[in-house]
């Protein structure tokens, strides 16, 4: 008996095709989870890019740098700049995530999920170069950084 009394926001038929308000809520909540998981592992690039950069500032001798051939002292300072650049762009894709993460905890007043995905959907699709130069900056780095530690010690 109480199957046939118990209402629901899907039983009811002036709601046809639209989700019900806690469905909405809960992508919200997945998708500014989601937006936080991103910035958590760009921070993370940010941090690792950093640390090389400091590593091979602080850990390695000016006298070794001195001895280095024309090319594994050219390929330093273009890991460097590579790294110190990696964390650049990637600070500003993180801190542009952070904003629109914003703009779509708002949408949580009004349960509108179609605006929120919306909001992080348009602004992945326009910084999806800026997180790929990141990303190709940092492996062109690393692997520059790679050389001249192959130089130093052979």
């Known amino acids: 008996m109480e199957e046939e009394t118990a209402h629901t926001d899907e ?12 469905i909405n809520h809960e992508y919200i909540k997945t998708l500014i989870e989601w937006a936080r998981d ?11 890019a950093l640390a090389l950069v400091t590593l091979f500032i602080t850990q390695i001798r000016i006298g070794d740098l001195q001895e280095l051939d024309h090319w594994p002292k ?9 790294l110190v650049f990696a964390a650049l762009v990637f600070f500003l ?7 629109k993460r914003w703009y779509v905890t708002k949408c ?15 602004y992945y699709e326009r910084s999806k170069y800026l997180h790929w130069a990141g990303s190709v900056l940092f492996g062109l780095g690393t692997l520059l950084l ?6 130093l010690v052979a």
């Open 11 to 22: 039983q009811n038929p002036s709601d046809e095709g639209a989700a019900p308000e806690c």
């Open 38 to 48: 991103d910035i958590r592992q760009d921070y993370l690039r940010v941090t690792g």
């Open 74 to 82: 050219r390929a330093l300072f273009a890991g460097l700049g590579c």
């Open 93 to 99: 894709y993180v801190s542009g995530t952070h904003r």
């Open 108 to 122: 949580m007043r009004t349960g509108n999920a179609a605006e929120a995905e919306r909001i992080l959907g348009d």
């Open 146 to 151: 790679a050389y001249v530690i192959w130089a």
